[in-house]
């Protein structure tokens, strides 16, 4: 755990004594002092970075409030306490107006300034914390509580319920839209890490560029736009359970990084020097074949071996069939609520289709399909016609193991009409393609080509008045 960094400046040498005495008492503070307010300045807007800056108001070589001008100029997310022994309502309001956190007034008691630094340190690493999460919720993937009876899905409980307690890095491999990642959130839900952080990436989604910075964090001023010191992913999940997802697509430049700090459980920001330990279980999942990216270059052996230690593989949802109308119901349970329908059934004849489909989308594509069945059905059963067409076309084209499916049946039916209606339509009009035209309401075109298709010649419908054809 790294330990937060505190600046004193004062131009009184006794009270930066008082300070930092006060300050060290704190085990997770890390204290610099300053009486040089110039001097000061430059250690500001250098290469190191603070979390929390305390300087006295009055003093010879530089005004507080333009120490602090500066300081939050070059570091917006800089914390500022602010001392004096001379309170007067014009600088509290222009020192708060630019940013700082609070005011102390000269003496103060040891445990309030204790106090006060705790304070503002929490306040920051909450923000910190709040912006790094909502940089994730947009790649969480979550589609519910885990559900099935069927003997693939019991051996992967089983397996979940042994590996969660033992603290061991995880490799889940399965298809996308399996459910990857929340086999992850049940482990980490039933291990003792259950109350600190789940922190998940997705390895594929984060440009190439910013990955190294986003799972180690980087210190002020390391790259250019860095304005302010950041977190990175792992040093977030410290305590709890760092999630890799499609750890397959990490460039194989960040595979050693991140071998090294699996290894070590040490990470190095960005442009920072200081070494910070991490406590964290990795849990890493792809839809990738590794031993074969493994094969071609493209994915590091020894990190394989490294997050290889237990495993799980998640089947796909054509090879657990019984669970698909379980989940149907699941879903639609689910989410008829949120599009305010108060109870709703599946037809047996839904069902039927559901459970007829490959489903290569998996658990993900089944709950999309509920859900657009749910937003299309005007009454309070679902039924074939409210599920997607393209679905259906393709769950008939698999057909239910009989030698006719239905759609190879309706489309039997459609052929035998159009036949029929044409044979029927050219007699009545004894051929003439213009008045059969008129009747089926159809261009002339069009009725061409269905009567070749159907190999029926106008010519063969003409008669003369003694019946005989023309």
Same mark, same amino acid.
């Given at each position: 755990?790294? @330990?937060?960094k =505190?600046?004193?400046?004062?131009?009184?040498?006794?009270?930066?004594?008082?300070?930092?005495d006060?300050?060290a008492k704190l085990?997770?503070?890390?204290?610099?002092?300053?009486?040089?307010g110039?001097?000061?300045?430059?250690?500001l807007?250098?290469?190191?970075?603070?979390?929390?800056?305390?300087?006295?108001i009055?003093?010879?070589?530089?005004?507080?409030?333009?120490? *602090?001008?500066?300081?939050?100029r070059?570091?917006?997310?800089?914390v500022?306490?602010?001392?004096?022994?001379?309170?007067?309502v014009e600088?509290?309001?222009?020192?708060?107006?630019?940013?700082?956190?609070?005011?102390?007034?000269?003496?103060?008691?040891?445990d309030d300034?204790r106090?006060?630094v705790?304070?503002?340190?929490?306040?920051?690493?909450?923000r910190?914390?709040?912006?790094?999460l909502?940089?994730?919720?947009?790649?969480?993937n979550?589609?519910g509580?885990?559900i099935?009876?069927?003997?693939?899905?019991?051996?992967?409980?089983?397996?979940v319920?042994?590996?969660?307690?033992?603290?061991v890095? +995880?490799?889940?491999?399965?298809?996308?839209?399996?459910?990857k990642e *929340? =086999?992850a959130?049940?482990?980490?839900?039933?291990?003792?890490?259950?109350?600190?952080?789940?922190?998940?990436?997705?390895?594929?989604?984060?440009?190439e560029?910013l990955?190294?910075?986003?799972?180690?964090?980087?210190?002020?001023?390391a790259?250019?736009? /860095?304005?302010?010191?950041?977190?990175g992913?792992?040093?977030?999940?410290?305590?709890?359970?760092?999630?890799?997802?499609e !750890?397959?697509?990490?460039?194989?430049?960040?595979?050693?990084?991140?071998?090294?700090a *699996?290894q070590?459980?040490r990470?190095?920001?960005?442009?920072?020097?200081?070494? %910070?330990?991490?406590? =964290?279980?990795? %849990?890493?999942?792809?839809?990738?074949?590794? #031993?074969?990216?493994?094969?071609e270059?493209?994915f590091?052996?020894?990190?394989?071996?490294?997050?290889?230690?237990?495993?799980?593989?998640?089947?796909?949802?054509?090879?657990?069939?019984e669970?698909i109308?379980l989940?149907?119901?699941?879903? +639609?349970?689910?989410?008829?609520?949120?599009?305010?329908?108060?109870? !709703?059934n599946?037809?047996?004849e /839904?069902?039927?289709v559901?459970?007829?489909?490959?489903?290569?989308?998996?658990?993900?594509?089944?709950?999309?399909? !509920?859900?657009?069945?749910?937003?299309?059905?005007?009454?309070?059963?679902l039924?074939p016609d409210?599920?997607?067409?393209?679905?259906?076309i393709?769950?008939?084209?698999?057909?239910?193991? @009989?030698?006719?499916? *239905?759609? #190879?049946?309706?489309?039997?039916h459609?052929?035998?009409?159009?036949?029929?209606?044409?044979?029927?339509l050219?007699?009545r009009?004894?051929?003439?393609?213009?008045?059969?035209?008129?009747?089926? @309401?159809v261009?002339r075109?069009?009725?061409?080509?269905?009567? @070749?298709?159907?190999?029926?010649?106008?010519?063969?419908?003409?008669?003369?008045?003694?019946g005989q054809?023309?």
């Open positions: 755990m790294h @330990k937060a =505190v600046f004193i400046v004062d131009d009184e040498p006794g009270m930066l004594e008082v300070c930092a006060t300050l085990d997770d503070v890390e204290v610099a002092v300053e009486s040089n110039n001097q000061a300045v430059k250690r807007t250098g290469e190191e970075s603070w979390d929390l800056l305390i300087t006295d009055r003093m010879p070589d530089i005004h507080g409030v333009d120490l *602090l001008r500066i300081a939050r070059h570091d917006p997310n800089l500022v306490l602010m001392l004096t022994a001379f309170p007067t600088t509290a309001v222009e020192s708060m107006k630019l940013g700082a956190a609070d005011y102390l007034t000269k003496p103060f008691l040891p300034l106090a006060t705790r304070r503002l340190l929490e306040q920051r690493r909450l910190e914390e709040n912006n790094l909502q940089r994730q919720v947009e790649r969480s979550r589609f509580d885990m099935g009876c069927s003997e693939p899905m019991r051996r992967v409980f089983d397996t319920q042994r590996v969660a307690p033992n603290d890095d +995880v490799l889940i491999l399965g298809e996308t839209g399996t459910g *929340l =086999v959130r049940s482990i980490h839900q039933q291990s003792g890490r259950k109350d600190n952080r789940f922190v998940p990436v997705d390895c594929g989604a984060i440009p560029a990955l190294e910075s986003e799972f180690f964090g980087h210190e002020r001023g790259f250019s736009g /860095a304005d302010t010191r950041s977190l992913l792992m040093e977030f999940a410290d305590g709890g359970t760092f999630f890799l997802d !750890i397959g697509q990490l460039p194989i430049n960040l595979q050693a990084k991140l071998l090294r *699996l070590e459980r990470i190095r920001r960005v442009g920072g020097t200081q070494e %910070i330990e991490l406590d =964290v279980r990795v %849990i890493a999942a792809t839809s990738l074949n590794l #031993e074969q990216e493994i094969a270059q493209r590091r052996a020894d990190l394989f071996y490294r997050i290889n230690v237990a495993r799980i593989d998640l089947p796909p949802l054509r090879d657990r069939a669970d109308a989940l149907a119901r699941h879903f +639609v349970q689910r989410h008829a609520g949120e599009m305010g329908h108060k109870q !709703i599946i037809t047996p /839904a069902l039927e559901l459970c007829s489909y490959r489903w290569p989308g998996n658990v993900r594509e089944l709950q999309n399909a !509920i859900r657009r069945a749910l937003a299309m059905t005007r009454d309070s059963e039924r409210d599920l997607p067409t393209e679905l259906v393709a769950a008939g084209d698999v057909g239910c193991g @009989k030698d006719h499916g *239905l759609f #190879e049946l309706r489309d039997q459609v052929t035998d009409f159009e036949r029929q209606y044409l044979a029927q050219m007699q009009h004894q051929g003439d393609v213009v008045a059969a035209v008129g009747e089926a @309401k261009p075109g069009t009725l061409y080509r269905l009567l @070749k298709k159907h190999d029926l010649n106008p010519a063969d419908f003409r008669f003369d008045d003694a054809q023309i």
